[in-house]
């Protein structure tokens, strides 16, 4: 580490503040999020189902399946919703009706929830396999990443092999809806990343692979060893 | 014999003896953080909070005297901003901390390299005559996206650099 030397310029020469989220994964916020009620959730996880689905599986492939969701992305994204950091004219206002401790009880109830109820229930992974270009170039990056490009393997803080607090699981989810958060961090219109990870690794990706790695992730092939098969329907 | 092992004893004994005598105190008075010379502390955990390192303030800044900063945020696992651009000849003051671990970021094809630690701000004035694009790999082991954390340097000439007021920062797209 380099000492500075020289005096530091003045704060007022600082552009207009943008703040991505109100949240920040302290002690006390991670604690918060972690000790949700799982019977209250269930309760009032009554009035998700219509666009979640029963079992936090959504019918609807743009909307985002909860099962088995991370208690911090859920508590995150409800508090992102709340405070319009993040952009749906659905989630803003349910998420503002709702008390900031029903956010913790959702995402104690969500976060149990199975993402493989069964493997002959088709809800957990409506979407076909992708084509098996595009399962190279999905694994490539998801396994492996862009080093040339310093895109980092998405597994390296979605799972299975690293973590970092406020990221999903992406093994169950579906594939329009990683398609089109991809694009909306890749042109900035979803903007609440903490220290811009997501817009940063998004804004590199081709086109082309943004729907392969959403097609990959759709087929329910994220959580298993490099080129298996869609899991038997 | 003996006397050749009793020595030996004794040269360890004193050199553990004046080892203790400057650890002891480097450690119990801070004079480790003083050695850093470093009075820059900050939260890693509130960067985008509040402070130097919100997210609007990062990248390329022209000060009102004409001096040029960069400030990145190192993090599992990339540098931000991904690109920026600074102007040949002239010293370049780069501030940049960590969000998580210890990462080091290091500019390909020169010898300007910053280890770069939560909680502190690693400061270095690095200059660069050639203009070009400057890739700027991590150099300590940060992660299992570790071998993909990399960002980039482009340097161009000094009537390419664009001009900008000193509420503004530029990016690569300001080219």
Redesign the interface.
Known sequence: MVSGTKPLPSAGSQPPLRVPSYVAWTEETIAAASNGDTVRGLVLARRCIRCHGQEGFSNDPLVPDLAGMDKLTMWKQLNDFRAGKRKSAIMNPVATVLQIQDYADLAAYYSMLPTYPDPQDIRSFPQPAPASTHIAVAARLIFGGDGQRGIPPCQACHGPIGHKNGAPSLVAQNSDYIRGELEGFAKGDRANDIDMPMRTIASLMTDDEKQAVAAYYGAGLGSLPVGASAPAK | MRSGRLQFVGAILAFTLVWLCIRFPYEMFGLAEKA?????QVDP??????G?F????LGT?V???G?V?VRL?A????????CVLVPTDKPI?F?ITS?DGVHRFTISGTDHV??V?PG?????QFEFSKPGQYKT?CHEFC???H??????VVVVSRDQFPSSK????LGCAAL
């Open positions: 850093l010379g470093n009075p820059s955990l509130t960067l985008h909070l509040h130097e919100v997210e609007s303030n800044a000060e009102p005297d001096s900063t945020i993090q599992q696992f990339n540098f931000v901003p991904e003051r501030r969000a910053l280890e630690v502190h701000v690693s400061e270095g790999p992660g299992p996206g071998y993909d954390m990399r960002s980039r000193p509420e503004e920062r």
